[in-house]
C-alpha cells in the first residue's frame, strides 16, 4: 500500500509539483485552505503532511501544532519563504521534521527529504505495531529490521525454528545472536518449555562445569544441597550456550559427550540422568578458525555446526538504523517517564552515517544515554555527539540550534561540498554505498562528485 500524503499549499503550482514528483510512490492529496486540511486530515490517517506557512485566515505552524495535538507522532515538513526560515528553525525544535524553502531548486533534494520522512513515519508505525502485537503475543521478543539482509536472517530462522536441530548463530559482537536464540526458541515446538542461556565466557571453568552439570549434596566445599544443572533444567526446551569459542578444552570435551550421549552426571554422582534440549550456540569468533589454531575441539565443531547462521553487522543494514533508534527512544522514554524526540534531519544523517563497530548494541547504548541526559524536546545530531565516540564530526550546517550567518546560496554550497566530502569518506570511497546512503540516483550523485573535484575520470 502506497503512503498517504497532504500537501497544503495555496500555490496551485507547489501542489502540482509535489503531487508529479511523489505520484508513482505515494499517494497524495491536495488542499488549498486549512479548512480542506482539515476535513481531509479528519478522514484520512496520513503519512506525512507538507505544510505551506503562509495560507489564507491561518498560519502553516499553528495548523500543525493542532494536527500534532491529534496525532503527536504526526511527521510534518513545513513549506516556507525565506523571510519564514527563523519560525521554520524554531519549529524543527518544537519537533518538525524539517523545513523546505521555495522555490524549489533542487527536485533530487525535495524527493529525498519526503522519502527520509516517510521512512521515520514507517519507523513510528512499526514500533506501534510491534507494541500491539507484544501485548497479545507472550514470548517472542522486539525484532526491529527490514533491510535485506534481516529479511533474509529472519527468513532462515523461521525455517530453522521448527526443525529440532543445533544452530550456531556467528556474527560480531552486538550484532544480536541472544535476540535471535530467543525468537528460535519462540518459534519453536519447543517454546512451552524451559529456555535457558548462559555466557561461557563470562564464568570461571569450575563454576561454569557446575551450573551445567548440576551437582550432588556434599560434591565439593560449599555444597550444602544438591542442585540439578542447566542440561537437566532444559529437558524438552532449548539450551542457549552464548560465546562458546571461550569454552575451556575440558568442558568441550565434556559437552561433546553430553551431546552424543545425551545423558550426563551431576557433578559428585555416577548416575547418569538422561536429558532432551536443543543446543542454540554462539560466538563472535568464527569457529572455524579457532579450530584451524586448536582453540576449539573439531569433533565439538562439526557437532554443533550443523545449521549456522551469520548475523549481519549494523552498518549492513542501513535501511535498519533509523528504525531502531526509534525504538531504543520509545522504549527508553517510557523507563524513564521522558518525552524525548522526534530526531531532526541533522541526527538522522549522523545516525545513518555512524559505522557503529558495536553494532545495535552500541546504538542502543547511545539512545538511551542521549534519554537519560536529555529533559526532553527534540533530539539533534549535537545531543548524539557526546553520547558516542564514532559518530562522524558534525558540520555547523547540521545545527539546527544556530541560524546560519551566510547568504543562502552560499550556505547552501559550503554544505553540499562538505556533505559530499563526508559522504564519500563515510562509505569507503564506494559510489554505489554513497549513493544508496544518500539517497541520490548513482550517476546524479558522480556527477556532484565530479564537479567538487572527489572523483576524477
Known sequence: MLPKILVVDDDRYTRTLIEQLMRKSAEVHLAESGELARELFAAIDFNLVLMDQRLPQVKGLDLLREFRLQRPKLV?????????????????????????????????????????????????????????????????????????????????????????????????????????????????????????????????????????????????????????????????????????????????SSLLRVLQDRSFCRIGSTNPRKTDFRLICATNRPLAGEVKAGRFREDLYYRINVVALNLPPLRERGDDIVRLAVHFLDRYNTKFGKDCGPFTPAAVRALEACRWPGNVRELQHCIERVVALQPGGVIDASHLSPTCDFLPELDPQDKTTALPTLAYQEARTEFERDYMRRLLEAAGGNMSEAARCSGIPRQNLYVRMKRWGFVID
Not at 559482537?173 to 512451552?192: E, M, N, P, Q, Y
Request: charged share 25%.
Open 76 to 252: 510534518a515538513i513545513l513549506i516556507t519563504g525565506h523571510a519564514d526560515v527563523r519560525d521554520a528553525v524554531a519549529a524543527v525544535r518544537e519537533g518538525l521534521f524539517d523545513y523546505l524553502t521555495k522555490p524549489f531548486e533542487d527536485l533530487e533534494a525535495l524527493e529525498a527529504v519526503i522519502g527520509k520522512a516517510l521512512e521515520l513515519d514507517r519507523a513510528y508505525r512499526e514500533i506501534d505495531s510491534l507494541r500491539t502485537r507484544l501485548a497479545v503475543e507472550s514470548g517472542a521478543p522486539d525484532i526491529i529490521g527490514q533491510s535485506p539482509p534481516m529479511e533474509r536472517l529472519l527468513g532462515q530462522v523461521r525455517e530453522v525454528a521448527a526443525l529440532d536441530t543445533t544452530v550456531l548463530l556467528e556474527g560480531e559482537s552486538g550484532t544480536g545472536k541472544d535476540v535471535i536464540a530467543k525468537l528460535i526458541h519462540a518459534w519453536s515446538l519447543r517454546s512451552s518449555k524451559p529456555y535457558l542461556e548462559v555466557n561461557c565466557g563470562g564464568l570461571p571453568e569450575s563454576l561454569l562445569e557446575s551450573l551445567l552439570f548440576g551437582y550432588e549434596k556434599g560434591a565439593f566445599t560449599g555444597a550444602a544441597q544438591a542442585n540439578p544443572g542447566y542440561f537437566e533444567k532444559a529437558h524438552g526446551g532449548n539450551l542457549f550456550l552464548d560465546e562458546i569459542a571461550d569454552m575451556s578444552p575440558k568442558l568441550q
